[in-house]
């Protein structure tokens, strides 16, 4: 790899992460990422510590220099297919809630009986990425097709939303961007739409599915997450993305190189700790603790290494693929040419060489 020096020294990173389980997330709750860049007198912040909207936007189109981000896949893809300059360095499968949900006295009990019924699908009139409308969508498609339905079969009910995905949130050095207010209110159009009869079914994913759940008393027409066939779960969180912007890649392979350490530092820990770690984790997705296991499950502890495994990699290609199909990207990539293996393997190495040095310290 050529290396082509930054004009002026490297002083500042970014970062981003969605509300779910990830190293990364881990990582900044203990410091180390920071600690990392202090000794070399580079800042590193979340991009919610910056009062400009547009910054705050590069979570969805990867536009902000010097950033990382850590989350679900639909809006890096959709940043590549529009030519921007982001690389994929890792991906983790990682279980979690993800339903179709109806309510008691609805008739609807198993697939086949959505043959004929209203499905909610959200749109977000203001968004680039309508991350939340493919979820949906995907999941109806991907359950419909194991009984043999199609869209054909069902009516997809629009519902128009105008909230934005990233609101007015304070700023904060280290704070995800999507606060325990915004995540309440994600789900908000479709469940209102269930409740006064206006579709007979909804998608739900993510940490507060089972919350809203058991405040339904909803049914589960179809658990996607824990379906024998793991392709039926494919969608936005499955496989999660971690990316970087491409210049900083070229310019200071390095330095992504020791980011990279620290999330797999992070990442072991949770194994190790897996108490600690579900407590971090209710504070990343904005839940009470003890839905934690109903969200992810026990495998949660052993998915947050990221790594380019071929299956893995054929899974964010499935998703990729969707979006074009449906219309969510425009322009079609490889993304075997997308992602960079390299950058993880120095990781690795540098862990070995620092994992003596905090075995000491501890």
Same mark, same amino acid.
């Given at each position: 790899?050529?290396?082509?020096?930054?004009?002026?020294?490297?002083?500042?990173?970014?970062?981003?992460?969605?509300?779910?389980?990830?190293?990364?997330?881990?990582?900044?709750?203990?410091?180390?990422?920071?600690?990392?860049?202090?000794?070399?007198?580079?800042?590193?912040?979340?991009?919610?510590?910056?009062?400009?909207?547009?910054?705050?936007?590069?979570?969805?189109?990867?536009?902000?220099?010097?950033?990382?981000?850590?989350?679900?896949?639909?809006?890096?893809?959709?940043?590549?297919?529009?030519?921007?300059?982001?690389?994929?360095?890792?991906?983790?499968?990682?279980?979690?809630?993800?339903?179709?949900?109806?309510?008691?006295?609805?008739?609807?009990?198993?697939?086949?009986?959505?043959?004929?019924?209203?499905?909610?699908?959200?749109?977000?009139?203001?968004?680039?990425?309508?991350?939340?409308?493919?979820?949906?969508?995907?999941?109806?498609?991907?359950?419909?097709?194991?009984?043999?339905?199609?869209?054909?079969?069902?009516?997809?009910?629009?519902?128009?939303?105008?909230?934005?995905?990233?609101?007015?949130?304070?700023?904060?050095?280290?704070?995800?961007?999507?606060? &325990?207010?915004?995540? !309440? $209110?994600?789900? /908000?159009? @479709? *469940?209102? %739409?269930?409740?006064?009869? =206006? +579709?007979?079914?909804?998608?739900?994913?993510?940490?507060?599915?089972?919350?809203?759940?058991?405040?339904?008393?909803?049914?589960?027409?179809?658990?996607?997450?824990?379906?024998?066939?793991?392709?039926?779960?494919?969608?936005?969180?499955?496989?999660?993305?971690?990316?970087?912007?491409?210049?900083?890649?070229?310019?200071?392979?390095?330095?992504?190189?020791?980011?990279?350490?620290?999330?797999?530092? &992070?990442?072991?820990? !949770? $194994?190790?700790? /897996?108490? @600690? *770690?579900? %407590?971090?984790?209710?504070? =990343? +997705?904005?839940?009470?603790?003890?839905?934690?296991?109903?969200?992810?499950?026990?495998?949660?502890?052993?998915?947050?290494?990221?790594?380019?495994?071929?299956?893995?990699?054929?899974?964010?290609?499935?998703?990729?693929?969707?979006?074009?199909?449906?219309?969510?990207?425009?322009?079609?990539?490889?993304?075997?040419?997308?992602?960079?293996?390299?950058?993880?393997?120095?990781?690795?190495?540098?862990?070995?060489?620092?994992?003596?040095?905090?075995? /000491?310290?501890?």
């Amino acid at each position: 790899m050529t290396i082509t020096p930054f004009s002026k020294p490297l002083d500042q990173l970014w970062y981003t992460r969605c509300p779910v389980p990830t190293a990364s997330g881990i990582a900044i709750h203990h410091g180390w990422i920071h600690e990392e860049f202090a000794k070399d007198g580079i800042a590193v912040s979340s991009l919610r510590a910056s009062a400009d909207r547009s910054v705050r936007e590069s979570h969805f189109d990867h536009r902000q220099a010097n950033s990382f981000r850590q989350g679900g896949n639909a809006p890096p893809i959709w940043s590549r297919s529009q030519g921007q300059d982001v690389v994929v360095l890792g991906l983790t499968w990682l279980p979690q809630y993800q339903s179709i949900l109806a309510l008691p006295g609805s008739g609807i009990k198993a697939l086949g009986d959505l043959k004929g019924k209203r499905l909610a699908l959200p749109r977000r009139v203001n968004e680039k990425i309508d991350f939340w409308r493919a979820s949906a969508l995907q999941g109806y498609l991907q359950a419909l097709a194991l009984e043999g339905l199609t869209e054909r079969d069902v009516t997809l009910v629009d519902l128009p939303v105008e909230e934005p995905y990233i609101g007015e949130v304070s700023q904060s050095g280290s704070g995800p961007l999507f606060d &325990a207010h915004q995540f !309440a $209110r994600s789900a /908000r159009a @479709e *469940t209102f %739409a269930l409740i006064r009869g =206006e +579709v007979d079914a909804i998608y739900h994913y993510g940490a507060a599915g089972p919350a809203l759940q058991s405040y339904l008393g909803a049914h589960v027409v179809l658990d996607i997450n824990h379906h024998a066939d793991q392709k039926v779960a494919i969608n936005n969180g499955t496989p999660n993305v971690l990316t970087v912007s491409g210049e900083l890649l070229r310019k200071q392979p390095a330095i992504v190189a020791r980011y990279l350490a620290q999330v797999l530092r &992070a990442a072991r820990w !949770a $194994r190790a700790h /897996r108490q @600690e *770690t579900a %407590a971090i984790v209710a504070r =990343e +997705v904005s839940v009470a603790e003890e839905w934690v296991p109903e969200a992810f499950d026990e495998s949660l502890y052993e998915n947050l290494e990221p790594s380019l495994r071929p299956d893995l990699v054929s899974a964010l290609e499935s998703r990729k693929d969707f979006l074009l199909r449906h219309g969510f990207i425009q322009k079609d990539f490889s993304v075997a040419d997308w992602s960079d293996p390299g950058p993880l393997a120095e990781a690795h190495k540098l862990l070995r060489q620092l994992e003596p040095e905090q075995a /000491r310290a501890a």
